[in-house]
């Protein structure tokens, strides 16, 4: 198959691309820069219309760079719908100033490409291209407030552990390529599982390429830059970093370790269970004394990794299902928390959690969804968030993972600690001031989309049990 044959099978990115040049041209001629987000809207719905075309076959795309196969589909879907929550939630953050704002949709936008790009990777290099393209933009997007001191140090913070941990990855790619010959991933995990290579010696190089997954994820000890750059970030743009990276982080996790170096499993298993524990105790135990609200979902999101990275530890296929649920849960429950902190800014102006006291007195709604979200992240039946913890935590038990299990148990009660914390703030304390609520029908959209998706994931699960089920025949190929 030729490139030309190829560009068919890359549409969605194709459209992402032609949108984002549109936008950033019309931003010049517009004067109501609401059509804008309304373009980057129909920019994701139309990409997400053609995505299962694009499907319909499972070729190697590219001399085998690319991969079209149900794991990279399942990640495409998941990348394209916190895309366009995000763009709805931009639409209701008044913070942004419409001056550039074209530059922003143009910017959100070839992130998604290169989200959808590096979930599809078949190809180290190519790995390493697509992951460098999101970061960068990443960088971009959390400075977007050119003018607040915290989005420049934010900013700063989360280039400096990214040029780190991108040159560690560099580093562990190139060290792969001359031992190898080659970065294609399918031939190195057919040398290994050959037995052509010493095993050591390939745990030790990916070693490497770990800590640029580690640092995507926010796993301990890559997890230093997330509480500033997610405080200084606008708020539109910390929900996108939450749950964005995070599911291309793991969609490359899981393609490079537990698909093609099965053999490397028992080494991988012990590492990534150590990584697992300290990931979610640290983040849980520093939430603790958080009081900007921005920062406490930081750490929440550090402590989610950790228990996503449970599924991985196992590696059963019900490992498996719960880790690819949980992602999709948080992604649910991440962007919904992150939008009612943008409405309730919005009214509030201040993202201190003391100065959400008696919030629900005076902002109900955005109070009583808070609630529901920051629930299901602690991991209260039977939203969504109660069920992915409950999968990763059974597949445990069930692998004779016991240890595992019981710290994500206790963790998850250390957890409950500080999302009680900001509800009792809500509902039990006097309110301070009066405050007037901000209402913007796109964000409003958005909230409703996922509130219903963290009720009905939770109350019914058999649809998107089936659809990850469905997404699991990549590691039976």
């Known amino acids: 198959m030729n490139v030309i044959e190829n560009l068919r099978f890359i549409t969605p990115e194709i459209i992402l691309f032609v949108f984002s040049i549109m936008i950033l041209m019309s931003s010049l001629l517009i004067r109501n820069k609401n059509v804008l987000g309304i ?4 920019a994701i719905v139309a990409a997400s219309l053609y995505l299962p075309q694009s499907h319909k076959t499972n070729p190697s795309l590219f001399f085998d760079m690319l991969r079209n196969d149900s794991l990279s589909l399942f990640f495409k879907e998941i990348c394209l719908f916190i895309t366009g929550i995000v763009i709805l939630i931009s639409m209701g953050y008044k913070a942004l100033s419409e001056e550039r704002i074209g530059e922003y949709y143009f910017l959100i936008l070839n992130a998604a490409i290169a989200m959808l790009l590096a979930v599809s990777s078949d190809n180290l290099l190519m790995i390493y291209i697509s992951l460098e393209m999101l970061s960068l933009i990443s960088y971009i997007l959390v400075a977007f407030l050119k003018h607040d001191p915290l989005s420049s140090e934010g900013a700063l913070k989360y280039f400096l552990f990214g040029a780190l941990s991108t040159g560690i990855m560099l580093y562990g790619i190139s060290l792969v390529y001359g031992l190898f010959g080659t970065t294609d991933l399918s031939i190195i995990s ?4 050959a037995g052509q290579v010493n095993i050591f010696v390939a745990f ?8 640029g997954i580690c640092f995507k994820c926010a796993f301990v000890p890559f997890h230093m830059w997330a509480p500033d750059a ?3 970030a606008p708020t539109a743009i910390t929900a996108f970093i939450s749950a964005g990276p995070k599911a291309v982080g793991f969609a490359i996790l899981l393609r490079i370790f537990t698909k093609n170096f ?6 991988w298993s012990a590492l990534a269970m150590l990584i697992s524990i300290f990931t979610m105790t640290i983040g849980n135990v520093i939430a603790i004394s958080q009081d900007n609200i921005k920062r406490m979902l ?6 989610q990794a950790g228990y996503m990275l449970i599924g991985f530890v196992v590696g059963t296929a019900s490992g498996m299902e719960g880790l690819m649920y949980y992602i999709l849960a948080y992604a649910l429950m991440n962007l919904g928390a992150f939008g009612c902190v943008i409405m309730i800014s919005n009214s509030i102006g201040s993202d201190a959690i003391e100065d959400y006291a008696g919030l629900s007195k005076n902002n109900p709604v955005p109070a009583f969804m808070l609630t529901v979200f920051l629930l299901s992240l602690a991991g209260v039946p039977p939203l969504a968030g109660f069920l992915g913890k409950f ?3 059974a597949a445990a038990i069930q692998s004779k993972f016991i240890l595992l299990a019981v710290a994500g148990v206790v963790n998850s009660v250390i957890a409950a600690y500080y999302y009680m914390r900001i509800i009792k703030f809500m509902y039990l304390d006097e309110p301070k001031a009066a405050s007037a609520g901000q209402r913007s029908l796109p964000l409003q959209v958005a909230l409703a989309i996922v509130m219903a998706g963290v009720l009905i994931a939770g109350l019914y699960p058999s649809p998107f049990l089936n659809w990850i089920r469905a997404s699991q025949s990549f590691f039976f190929q």
């Open 262 to 267: 099965f053999p490397l499993y028992v080494n």
């Open 230 to 232: 997610y405080e200084g």
């Open 39 to 42: 373009f980057a809207c129909l």
């Open 298 to 303: 930081a750490y929440s999101s550090i402590a």
């Open 190 to 193: 057919s040398a290994v599982s």
């Open 391 to 393: 999968l990763v935590f």
């Open 204 to 211: 030790i190089l990916f070693l490497f390429i770990l800590a």
